[in-house]
């Protein structure tokens, strides 16, 4: 029966939902462990190469704290595996004969849509998260015009991204709209070889950058940055049926551990470094197709929580990351997962009472 339905889909219904599972534990434990301040840090925007030295200080010297600084320095990329599945939704639902085509309702109709369920999720979040930084010390001062910019979803275009985005994983909220803002103008119903061209486009402009310069940092903030993983799940979602096959669970285990190793060795040369997200997108399908059905079903159920665990990782964050501060790092994780899973099963319950748009 598995082999039978995995010569007709490239991902089905669940594995899509573990990939998200995945993908959303990546981003909550890594959102945790880079806010330590000894902790290995990320190149996610820009390429530092002292973050790459410490990397590979840990590495050759591990201790106790190995896993946090693999988690601190590999987690966001799970942001990546969000786009991909992202593009791909998008093609099967309305890309397909069965489906609505978004042009009936025009551009400013089909992002309306997408800007008013990005919202709900948004505005939970974003006023329980505010609650809580208020009351907490470390209050972050917010703008009026900032807050409206992130609101309507705009504040990653503003100059000094990182340092009035807060919290900082609401960043994403922009990127989605701007990415669809681009399949409708630039991709719905065009040719394949457009969305080839973007990506070589925005990769070409990544090129040539300062590793470590705020051009980059804007570019990697933007559509600029996000345009290969949602390019490659748009064409992953066209060429889904020529994309299929039946390997065994096995060989699919072999594909995600030659796949980190490239990841690992990808990760210390920039122009390399800019490609990654190919293979952890590739490794996450893999990962997913070799998991034995307990912890795929597992990974599901974190996966049909993602949204909610999305806005509500960081309201946790805020209330238990001063313990991790006081060195009782594994602690302060431990306390930080369990509040995080059981508000964000609360959380999902608030945004399902919100009436979802109609396009």
Not at 168 to 190: D, P
Request: glycine fraction near 6%; include cysteine.
């Amino acid at each position: 029966m598995r082999v039978e339905k995995l010569k007709k889909e490239l991902l089905t219904r669940d594995e899509c939902t573990a990939m998200r599972g995945i993908a959303i534990l990546a981003i909550m434990l890594h959102n945790y462990c880079h806010f330590i301040g000894s902790i290995v840090k990320e190149n996610e925007y820009q390429f530092f190469a002292s973050h790459n030295e410490g990397l590979w200080q840990v590495l050759t010297h591990p201790d106790a704290l190995l896993p946090v600084h693999l988690l601190s320095y590999f987690g966001h990329y799970g942001v990546p595996v969000f786009l991909f599945l992202s593009g791909f939704g998008l093609v099967m639902k309305y890309e397909t004969p069965s489906s609505t085509p978004p042009r009936e309702r025009g551009a400013f109709q089909f992002v309306k849509y997408h800007y008013l369920k990005l919202l709900r999720m948004l505005i939970v979040g974003f006023t329980l998260f505010v609650v809580v930084d208020i009351m907490t010390p470390g209050r972050f001062q917010y703008h009026w015009d900032n807050i409206i910019a992130q609101l309507l979803m705009y504040i990653n275009v503003l100059p000094n991204p990182d340092k009035i985005i807060w919290p900082g994983i609401y960043w994403f909220f922009g990127l989605m709209i701007e990415l669809y803002i681009v399949y409708r103008l630039l991709i719905y119903r065009q040719q394949s070889w457009v969305v080839v061209v973007l990506i070589a486009v925005c990769w070409l402009l990544q090129v040539f950058c300062d590793p470590e310069g705020e051009t980059l940092n804007r570019f990697r903030y933007n559509a600029i940055g996000g345009i290969l993983p949602f390019g490659l799940g748009i064409i992953a979602g066209r060429y889904v049926e020529r994309l299929s096959c039946c390997l065994s669970r096995w060989t699919w285990a072999g594909i995600a551990l030659l796949v980190s190793l490239l990841i690992f060795v990808m990760c210390f040369h920039y122009q390399s470094w800019l490609w990654i997200p190919v293979l952890i997108i590739i490794g996450t399908i893999a990962l997913v197709k070799a998991m034995p059905s307990p912890l795929l079903n597992l990974s599901v159920w974190f996966g049909s929580i993602s949204a909610a665990m999305f806005v509500a990782h960081p309201i946790a964050r805020k209330l238990f990351i001063t313990v991790a501060w006081r060195q009782d790092i594994y602690d302060g994780l431990m306390l930080y997962v369990v509040v995080t899973i059981a508000l964000s099963w609360a959380v999902k319950k608030v945004i399902d009472q919100i009436p979802s748009p109609k396009l």
